[in-house]
């Protein structure tokens, strides 16, 4: 059982930014796939980044803006979110794939966080 919990979430002007953490619990986190998605309101979940153990994976609305990171002693990933624009405004989830499959596809993620909530405004 892996556990997810994510943190950093909060309201922003646009042109901001925030960093998104997401601290793991048990099992072996360094061998995990770590993914950020995103769900905005009426909308389904969407591919934010992901990154395994030498690659990293971005939506190209996020590429340039965005920075994905790890810190395996610390079982944490991250995301770093610069210039950000209201429609970035969303519930941001963490996401573990044990096995590489496909990092940009949720279906095939193992575990996920409860989400935190992202506000960008105008």
């Known amino acids: 059982q892996v556990l997810l919990e994510e943190s950093g979430g909060g309201l922003v002007q646009a042109g901001g930014s925030l960093r998104l953490s997401c601290a793991a619990s048990?099992?072996?986190?360094?061998?995990?796939?770590m993914g950020w998605f995103r769900q905005a309101p009426g909308k389904g979940r969407e591919f934010v980044a992901a990154?395994?153990?030498?690659?990293?994976y971005y939506r190209d609305s996020a590429k340039g803006r965005f920075t994905i990171s790890r810190d395996n002693p610390k079982n944490t990933v991250y995301l770093q979110m610069n210039s950000l624009k209201p429609e970035d405004t969303a519930v941001y989830y963490c996401?573990?794939?044990?096995?590489?499959?496909?990092?940009?596809?949720?279906?095939?993620?193992?575990?996920w966080g409860q989400g935190t909530q992202v506000t960008v405004s105008s």
């Open positions: 996401a573990a794939q044990l096995r590489y499959i496909n990092p940009t596809l949720e279906d095939h993620y193992n575990y």
């Open positions: 048990g099992g072996t986190f360094s061998s995990y796939v």
């Open positions: 990154i395994s153990w030498g690659n990293t």
